[in-house]
């Protein structure tokens, strides 16, 4: 079951609306969803907060140390409360899914994303879950520092947003353990619309 959820992503209004906040703004619709509040915890170098669901004691924790000394605040935190790592869940950006998507997975490498390395290198330890929110790949190498610290268009914007209202509803199946059905709704998209039939085409005149 997942103890600890940790959305990443870089503090101040000038990086709020940018593409690497999208862990943020995942932990922000599921304080709404607990009714809950961030507030500054120095103890773990972060915006945090607690809700007790169904009896059972749930954090939320966004770090304030900017993203690559993410795992500083979640390392501090979890330890503290002796949180493992398998009951942590990171919320990421994903350069490798398209705005609109996201992936549930368990362990891996960190894929060079920053705040992930930190988080590693912090728990000792791969073996956590990880909320993938898609931002999509601005297709050079090079170009990647600018296009995360850039805020996504309207349209784009959107599809991030709807990403991370669909993959909510798997919070109380994260909360209760059940990563197989959480999987499952967090990779169940809305089948496309059917495309309307072609109207037929007018009869051959007769010659």
Known sequence: MIKLFVGLGNPGPEYEATRHNAGFWWIDALARELNVHLQPERSYWGLAARATVQGQAVWLLQPQTFMNL????????????KIAPGEILVVHDELDLPPGQAKLKFGGG????????????????????RLRIGIGHPGHKAEVAHWVLKKPPAEQRTLIEDSIAHSLKAWPALLAGDMEKATLLVHTTKPPRPKPPRPAAPPAEAS
Do not use: E, T
Request: proline letters at 0%.
């Open 70 to 81: 993410s795992g500083k605040a979640v390392a501090a935190l979890a330890r503290f409360f």
């Open 110 to 129: 960190h894929a060079g994303h920053n705040g992930l390395r930190d988080i590693h290198a912090q728990l000792g330890s791969a073996d956590y879950w």
